[in-house]
């Protein structure tokens, strides 16, 4: 090979390295990742299970042969708070906590108070978004109230006092105001209170059709409820104040429990629209109605994780054996 030649061979390989480095593939860009946890009886009884928010790879955390319902996530720890029937307790249903992989299953750390304390019917525990405290609802006082206490260090203050049923509580983003569900109104209806200054709630509904199960948007601006103001269960949204109420589903169907995607895009529900409970995703405006079980076991009580994460949670399908 010649001088010329030379040259213009490496003349050339000098132009085409950065050309070919420019038609790589770039790198797939990881979407931030969540799951949605829900109740379901498939495995002949009722038990705690996650999915992805598009219905793939449903895990079976708990495995037991008695009934666990109502899922909550606690906060950004990568635990779950559900509602259990045991062995150990078979007339008692108790709060527990466990760790997202399912181990470490047990008893509300602060329970042993509560009972100690005559808080006998506690079923069922809904944690702040920063994870220092805890709702519950107790009918300790004679009626049912909604009471709310340090994680750390328990002494339940009752935010609701009023001789009518309140339940289904649920924090605001910032953790300084509970909405929850009231027939104080003679029927029920959405109320909001301040917990700072353990004020007097708020009707934010004020209708003569039962209203339940609120939840806050991740924002703050809205709340997802439900509602029967159109015949039958629908799920409704509403900006914080009571204002703007606009129907999403628009379903014939039963339509319960909203909680929305850890970015405010998307609800996520259960409905008996196909003939048995099923979990259901939409668009926060009410488009594009989703099954993501498809399942002929009933499916309900879907709770949406409150964080996003480029990374998948560790789960295993490893511990399979169930107890009781």
Do not use: C
């Not at 495995?43 to 009934?67: A, C, F, Q, R």
């Not at 209203?211 to 039958?232: H, L, M, V, Y």
């Amino acid at each position: 090979m010649n001088r010329k030649t030379l040259l213009l061979a490496v003349t050339l390989l000098m132009i085409w390295q950065p050309v070919v480095g420019q038609m790589q593939p770039p790198a797939t860009p990881r979407e931030p990742y969540s799951l949605i946890a829900f109740t379901s009886d498939r495995d002949k009884y009722p038990e705690i299970y996650v999915m992805n928010p598009d219905g793939s790879d449903p895990i079976n955390l708990t495995h037991n042969d008695w009934s666990d319902t109502v899922p909550r996530w606690v906060s950004d720890q990568r635990m779950l708070t559900f509602s259990a029937v045991r062995e150990e307790h078979p007339q008692a249903k108790l709060p527990y906590i466990m760790n997202l992989d399912g181990t470490q299953s047990e008893p509300f750390g602060a329970i042993t108070y509560l009972l100690d304390n005559y808080f006998l019917d506690v079923t069922t525990i809904f944690p702040s978004n920063d994870g220092r405290q805890v709702a519950f609802v107790s009918e300790r006082a004679g009626d049912s109230e909604i009471y709310i206490m340090d994680w750390d260090d328990p002494d339940p203050l009752n935010i609701t006092r009023n001789p009518a049923h309140d339940s289904s509580p649920d924090w605001s983003p910032d953790d300084t105001q509970i909405v929850f569900q009231s027939d104080r109104s003679e029927n029920y209806e959405i109320y909001v209170v301040d917990v700072q200054v353990n004020a007097e709630p708020v009707n934010l509904t004020n209708t003569d059709t039962p209203e339940f199960a609120p939840t806050w948007s991740p924002d703050g601006q809205k709340i997802a409820f439900g509602t029967s103001r159109d015949g039958n269960p629908e799920i409704y949204v509403m900006d914080a104040d009571g204002s703007d109420v606009r129907n999403l589903t628009n379903h014939p169907g039963g339509d319960w429990n909203p909680d929305w995607s850890p970015d405010g895009k998307f609800i996520v529900f259960f409905t008996d629209r196909d003939g048995n409970d099923e979990v259901y995703i939409m668009d926060a405006d009410g488009t594009n109605q989703t099954n993501l079980t498809n399942n002929p076991a009933d499916d309900f009580f879907p709770s949406w994780s409150p964080w996003l994460t480029v990374d998948r949670p560790s789960l295993t399908h490893s511990d399979t054996e169930k107890s009781g």
